[in-house]
């Protein structure tokens, strides 16, 4: 197993908004064709966001992740993550509802406060469909709150349930965050340990700053994590690529990059998984199925998704 890349794809995600990309799923049928996708091209594990389907806002009611969790499960094996990050101008009670009613096997869970800055996109992205889509990415005043007692909150609520965590950290302080959280014995190991690179207010994407990550992982769990990487936009693929002939695991997926290539943009989340595997592939690794992920990251079985 020490051998097998675990992929990730999170399909849609709540920072990117439809009118950048006709590939961006909205509706809950393409949300779920889209993780379906997503595991038929080798990942194992889909991180699920859901959006009002008329205008593709962020929605982090039960409800609306129902119809698409539903066809998930009966068409696909798939390992379900369901994110406790939500948006980050959601307070954390309406963030952490999906994962508490449906106690996915792995939901995610960022480990600090940050500013969190989109306005860089409106460069490239000029015209947009919906109101809320420019004032959604021209906002400079964004502490995507992430406090002590909001991390808390989300272990203890979902603590009975078995659920393990995807544990995304934008910087260092973050790893100590959860470093703390362990010393606590709030989380258990392994802990699945997700480092986001190349988003404004975190840190960046240099090879140097991987590298230091890493490190500091290394030293603050020991034998007691599995690392995985997430580079967003253009830096998708070589953090991936990096962090793979590392021994790491690796997510891609259109919340995190709309890009299939230099200046073009994916046709699909599937497309992304087939990129990034033939980079696993190339470098004499294999990639884990969802059973062999669970067996890596000790989860608790598709089975007991309440939907």
């Known amino acids: 197993m020490s051998r097998k890349v675990i992929i990730t794809c999170a399909v849609t995600g709540a920072i ?3 009118s950048m990309s006709k590939a961006l799923p909205v509706t809950p049928q393409e ?14 594990i889909v991180h699920l966001h859901a959006r009002n389907p008329q205008t593709g806002q962020p ?13 998930i499960k ?20 309406e963030r952490v509802r ?3 009613v449906y106690k996915p096997e792995v939901a995610s869970l960022n480990m600090g406060s ?27 005043d964004i502490v995507f709150r992430n406090t002590f007692k ?57 090879p140097d700053e991987v590298m230091h990550m890493k490190r500091t992982a290394d030293r603050l769990f020991g034998d007691k994590y599995r690392w995985s990487v997430l580079g967003a936009g253009r830096n998708q693929l070589p953090i991936a690529a990096m962090a793979a002939a590392m021994g790491g695991n690796v997510r891609v997926g259109l919340e995190d990059s709309l890009w299939g290539g230099p200046g073009r943009l994916a046709e699909s989340n599937a497309e992304q998984v087939r990129a990034v595997r033939k980079i696993i592939e190339g470098l004499g690794l294999e990639v884990a199925s969802p059973d062999e992920a669970r067996e890596i990251l ?7 998704l309440q939907v």
């Not at 909001?150 to 078995?162: A, K, N, P, Q, Y």
Request: charged share 20%; aromatic share 10%.
């Open 298 to 304: 000790h989860l608790k079985g598709g089975d007991t």
């Open 31 to 44: 949300i779920a064709d889209a993780a379906i996708g997503a595991a038929e091209a080798g990942a194992a």
């Open 98 to 100: 999906p994962a508490a």
């Open 59 to 71: 929605d982090q009611s039960p409800e609306a992740f129902a119809p698409f969790l539903k066809v």
């Open 150 to 206: 909001d991390i808390e909150f989300v272990l203890r609520t979902l603590s009975e349930s078995g659920t393990r965590f995807e544990f995304e950290c934008y910087d260092t302080a973050h790893l100590h965050n959860l470093n703390y959280f362990l010393m606590e014995g709030l989380v258990k190991p392994p802990l699945f340990v997700q480092t986001v690179f190349g988003l404004q207010g975190g840190i960046g994407a240099h």
């Open 16 to 18: 990117h908004t439809p």
């Open 114 to 140: 940050m500013n969190f800055g989109l306005f860089g996109m409106l460069g490239r992205f000029k015209d947009f469909k919906h109101d809320w889509e420019r004032k959604h990415l021209e906002n400079k």
């Open 74 to 93: 009966q068409r696909s094996n798939c390992v379900i993550n369901l994110t406790t990050g939500g948006s980050p101008t959601m307070m954390v009670e």
